[in-house]
């Protein structure tokens, strides 16, 4: 038998029980009255069931807004001291996670790694079902030092839809033990984690369309919370210019057409003037923006672009320079 099937074989053993006992009283396990006969129903009207379940979602995350803001706090801190964001989770909160963390790459321009997702069981989980791998607490802890990396400058966001999963307990113990900052996101009102975290945040989703599936509402808050978060960090480290995302990355024919139509309608020139500056900055449309708005050259933008990743005050630096000569 392998250590790892040994560990969890133990803490089976151990809390049989006790385990039973937790998700009697979670909500996210309890069985939900509203789906009680959607074996029976047409097609049409399953999808309306999960429909109006799926409209509790936006309105359960709306009452978590001040712990979310709070995490944005640590992150944009973090990100801006030379620290990361990293996420922790099991099955669907772990998928969700790493379809976060990747899309902050090519969006913001976000270095590699910078939002850092663990999932338990590794990348192997990513692509079939290893559920037995969430109830090993070391494995959390081992991951963040060894895979992460973990600083006291970063961040570590637990993502567990039953606020109970050991693997992310073991990354949240860590997590303070080297003095990051340490964030739970649970869907029940009363997560078994709270006590590790430094914030936590509860997204109360309820009973699941179909009794303990967490993959839908619970997931699917999990999918929007953590969008909040990554957004709402790159912008306000300086990734996002009114509400156009110029640190995209130029990877293809159809990132270039949206760069140029994006610097032409923030700037207000034409879609070829934008073309001609996006190819002079480089195909880096914030490059491309500052020189127009700007009116300085390629170097002098490059240069002012190394003091602050924020256009606008870019654009204040430039003009107070412009101001002294």
């Known amino acids: 038998m392998s250590e790892r099937k040994h560990m969890m074989n133990i803490q089976l053993d151990c809390g049989v029980d006790a385990l039973e006992d937790i998700l009697d009283i979670l909500e996210t396990e309890s069985p939900n009255p509203n789906t009680a006969n959607i074996d029976e129903l047409p097609i049409e009207e399953i999808l309306r069931k999960i429909n109006e379940e799926d409209k509790k979602v936006p309105l359960a995350i709306e009452k978590a807004i001040p712990g979310i803001a709070k995490v944005v706090e640590k992150t944009v801190e973090a990100v801006e001291n030379g620290g990361k964001v990293i996420y922790m989770g099991a099955g ?32 192997e989980a990513l692509s079939r079902s290893l559920e037995n791998v969430e109830d090993l607490e070391e494995e ?18 637990g993502i567990t839809a039953s606020g109970r999963t050991p693997y992310v307990k073991g990354g949240l113990v860590k997590a303070k033990e080297v003095g990051a900052t340490a964030v739970l996101i649970a869907n029940v009102s009363k997560p078994a984690l709270e006590k590790y975290a430094d914030i936590t945040v509860k997204i109360v989703t309820g009973p699941e369309v179909i009794t303990g599936s967490t993959r839908m ?21 300086g990734k996002v210019y009114k509400n156009y995302m110029v640190d995209l990355q130029v990877l293809n024919l159809k990132l270039k057409k949206r760069a140029t139509r994006m610097i032409s309608e923030v700037t207000g020139v034409s879609r070829e003037e934008a073309e001609e500056f ?48």
């Open 92 to 123: 669907t909160s772990g998928r969700v996670a790493f379809v976060d963390a990747v899309e902050t790459v090519p969006t913001f321009s976000a270095p590699e790694g910078l939002f850092f997702p663990l999932i338990a069981g590794g990348k």
């Open 140 to 157: 959390g802890a081992n991951d963040l030092v060894e895979i992460a990396k973990v600083s006291s400058k970063d961040v570590v966001i």
């Open 217 to 237: 509402k619970a997931g699917t808050s999990q999918k929007m919370v953590l969008n909040m978060i990554s957004t709402a960090t790159m912008i306000k480290v």
């Open 278 to 325: 996006l190819e002079k900055a480089d195909l880096k449309p914030k490059l491309a923006i500052l020189m127009i708005l700007s009116g300085k050259s390629k170097e002098e933008c490059e240069g002012t672009l190394k003091k602050t990743e924020k256009i606008r005050e870019a654009l204040k630096i430039l003009q107070t320079e412009g101001d002294d000569k």
